[in-house]
Nanobody, 121 residues
């Protein structure tokens, strides 16, 4: 079994910062790309940022220059540093990871349960 768990959400004023963390655990052979998505009320889930196993990153245009994704391969974790937050960043943030479990010869996409980020104006 593989679990993906996020932490670090909360309430912050506009212009403030938050750091989200996500840890994958369980019977893991390897982890490929990891990323963050978000879903605001009444909207579809959207990609925020991704990072490959070698550290290559990509960002949604709406967060470029404000958010930074990073990972620690030794700890199977990925983080999202969010600066200069705006009210429109309010959403549930979901972590995901492409994981090859030790008992399976392929990679599966795992999602966390989500963590709420609320930015007040």
């Amino acid at each position: 079994q593989v679990q993906v768990v996020e932490s670090g959400g909360g309430l912050v004023q506009a212009g403030g910062s938050l750091r989200l963390s996500c840890a994958a655990s369980g019977s893991i052979f390897s982890i490929g790309a990891m990323g963050w998505h978000r879903q605001a009320p009444g909207k579809q889930r959207e990609l925020v940022a991704t990072i490959t196993s070698s550290g290559g990153t990509s960002y949604a245009d709406s967060v470029k220059g404000r958010f930074t994704i990073s990972r620690d391969n030794a700890k199977n974790t990925v983080s999202l540093q969010m600066n200069t937050l705006k009210p429109e960043d309010t959403a549930v943030y979901y972590c995901n990871a492409y994981v090859a479990p030790t008992v399976a010869p392929r990679t599966y996409l795992y999602w966390g349960q989500g963590t709420q980020v609320t930015v007040s104006s």
